[in-house]
Nanobody
Framework: QVQLVESGGGLVQSGDSLRLSCAAS????????MAWFRQAPGKEREFVAA????????YSEDSVKGRFTISRDNAKNTVYLQMNSLKPEDTAVYYC????????????????????WGQGTQVTVSS
């Protein structure tokens, strides 16, 4: 049984930092591109960032470029999202997800392209 468990969310002030973690089990972690999505109240789930299965490259959505960094440790079956210079508009539930394809050569930005999901962790940024 595949499990993705996020942690690290919380309530912070504008300009602060947080580091989210997502621990995976039940799958061969190093074979899958991993991503972070977020969903704010009343909005659709949106792509934030992804890291290739090998860890050799990453991609981030424009609004978080230069502030958020995605990384992974395949030895620990864990993917991270370092979030700096947080803004109130970053407030959302953050989810990690594993790509449907093993060894995917393309980044996927749609939630439908990800098969496994965590339960989410709340990030709230006050102004």
């Amino acid at each position: 049984q595949v499990q993705l468990v996020e942690s690290g969310g919380g309530l912070v002030q504008s300009g602060d930092s947080l580091r989210l973690s997502c621990a995976a089990s039940g799958l061969t972690f190093s074979r899958y591109t991993m991503a972070w999505f977020r969903q704010a109240p009343g909005k659709e789930r949106e792509f934030v960032a992804a890291v290739r299965w090998s860890g050799s490259s990453t991609y981030s959505e424009d609004s978080v470029k230069g502030r958020f960094t995605i990384s992974r440790d395949n030895a620990k079956n864990t993917v991270y999202l370092q979030m700096n210079s947080l803004k109130p508009e970053d407030t959302a539930v953050y989810y990690c997800a594993a790509d449907r394809q093993r060894y995917s050569t393309n980044y996927h930005y749609s939630a439908a392209d990800y098969e496994y999901w965590g339960q989410g962790t709340q990030v709230t940024v006050s102004s």
